[in-house]
């Protein structure tokens, strides 16, 4: 069920590692599932800065309108272009709060993506790691199709953009 009628994706900069460290402290469920521990401030601020360095990479806060010019980060989305092979893009986090999870935000998240990508690009595929079968049936739900394995631990899957 969709609550929000839109929401904005925001580039993260350096000053969004506090925002995406307190969103991964909101989704222990998540850590747990894929056999790690909440990463640390300094954990993400290193994170954030490595975005710097590699330009096919990109992250955006989820955010969703609370009132007028207001909105609240409910989610993180990290995908990189061009990967695994040109004219693709791979998600390899789309996490939503667990206190907004099952209300449509990563599915308009992703609609929001699709939209960006869809033109330029041709395949998007999705990565799921650890045994999260929430996030495999999210996937499957949303027209992606398993496409292969990498590992005991990693499932790929593909969809192809419009």
Aim: with cysteine; net charge negative; aromatic share 10%.
């Amino acid at each position: 069920m969709k609550t929000a009628a839109r929401l904005e994706l925001i580039a993260v900069d350096p000053d969004s590692a506090p925002v995406i460290h307190q969103l991964y402290q909101k989704s222990p469920t998540y850590f747990r599932l894929i056999g790690m521990e909440i990463p640390t401030l300094g954990d993400v601020e290193r994170e954030v800065e490595a975005l710097a360095h590699d330009p096919q990479r990109r992250c955006c806060l989820v955010a969703a309108p609370v009132h007028k010019e207001q909105h609240r980060v409910i989610g993180y989305l990290d995908y990189k272009l061009h990967y695994p092979e040109p004219m693709a893009a791979t998600i390899s986090l789309l996490l939503i709060d667990e206190e907004h999870q099952g209300q449509g935000f990563g599915s308009l998240a992703l609609e929001h993506l699709e939209r960006l990508l869809s033109g330029d690009l041709r395949r998007l595929y999705a990565v799921v790691y650890g045994n999260n079968l929430a996030a495999q049936r999210f996937w499957e739900a949303r027209g992606f199709r398993h496409f292969k394995d990498g590992g005991p631990s990693l499932r790929w899957y593909a969809k192809e953009l419009q």
